[in-house]
Antibody, heavy 120, light 108 residues
Framework: EVQLLESGGGLVQPGGSLRLSCAAS????????IAWVRQAPGKGLEWVSA????????YYADSVKGRFTISRDNSKNSVYVELDRLRVEDTATYYC?????????????WGQGTPVIVSS | AIRMTQSPSSFSASIGDRVTITCRAS??????LAWYQQKPGRAPKLLIY???TLQSGVPSRFSGSGSGTEFTLSISHLQSEDFATYYC??????????FGGGTKVEIK
């Protein structure tokens, strides 16, 4: 059974940092891209970042480029995203999602999400 | 970036109805389109990919069609568990991967 479990969310002040983790199981982890998708309260889905299965390629939305850094450790079946210089508008539930293949595409499994609240 | 536009943004329907949601892409995306269902407080769930291929375990009352720039998600015989918000997503070109704004299906 495929499972994705996010952790690391919380309350942080504007300008602060957080590190989100996504622990995966139930599939050959290094064969699949993993993405982060966020959802602000009462809003729609926004793709944030993705990393291919090997970890050699990373992608970012313009809204987070230069502030967020995605990485993965295939020996630990985990993906991480460092959130730096956080803004109020980064407040959202952050989901990690498994891609349909080695490169980012559709998302066939999702974690339950971890909330990030950026507020003073 | 490819912009995805869903219509309507919300509507009401009755159990047993057939409903259709439209998703339009700002440029041609072949059939690189997925549909997701999201219920309040839950993560999205993949329903359809490649515009018309049903994800394993998804009831056959869900169907998708379209190619190029116009796509539809249909639900025949709406069930109580189908009241949710539906999103389309293109994966033809990235970054960025882009979602539609969502369509909320409510009980009439």
């Amino acid at each position: 059974e495929v499972q994705l479990l996010e952790s690391g969310g919380g309350l942080v002040q504007p300008g602060g940092s957080l590190r989100l983790s996504c622990a995966a199981s139930g599939f050959t982890f290094s064969n699949y891209a993993i993405a982060w998708v966020r959802q602000a309260p009462g809003k729609g889905l926004e793709w944030v970042s993705a990393i291919c299965g090997s970890g050699r390629c990373t992608y970012y939305a313009d809204s987070v480029k230069g502030r967020f850094t995605i990485s993965r450790d295939n020996s630990k079946n985990s993906v991480y995203v460092e959130l730096d210089r956080l803004r109020v508008e980064d407040t959202a539930t952050y989901y990690c999602a498994k891609g349909g293949g080695d490169l980012p595409s559709l998302f066939d499994y999702w974690g339950q999400g971890t909330p990030v609240i950026v507020s003073s | 970036a490819i912009r995805m536009t869903q219509s309507p943004s919300s509507f009401s329907a009755s159990i047993g109805d057939r409903v259709t949601i439209t998703c339009r892409a700002s440029q041609r995306i072949s059939t690189y389109l997925a549909w997701y269902q999201q219920k309040p407080g839950r993560a999205p769930k993949l329903l359809i990919y490649a515009a018309s291929t049903l994800q394993s375990g998804v009831p056959s009352r869900f169907s998708g069609s379209g190619s190029g720039t116009e796509f539809t998600l249909s639900i025949s015989h709406l069930q109580s568990e189908d009241f949710a918000t539906y999103y389309c997503q293109q994966y033809y070109s990235y970054p960025p991967l882009t979602f539609g704004g969502g369509t909320k299906v409510e009980i009439k």
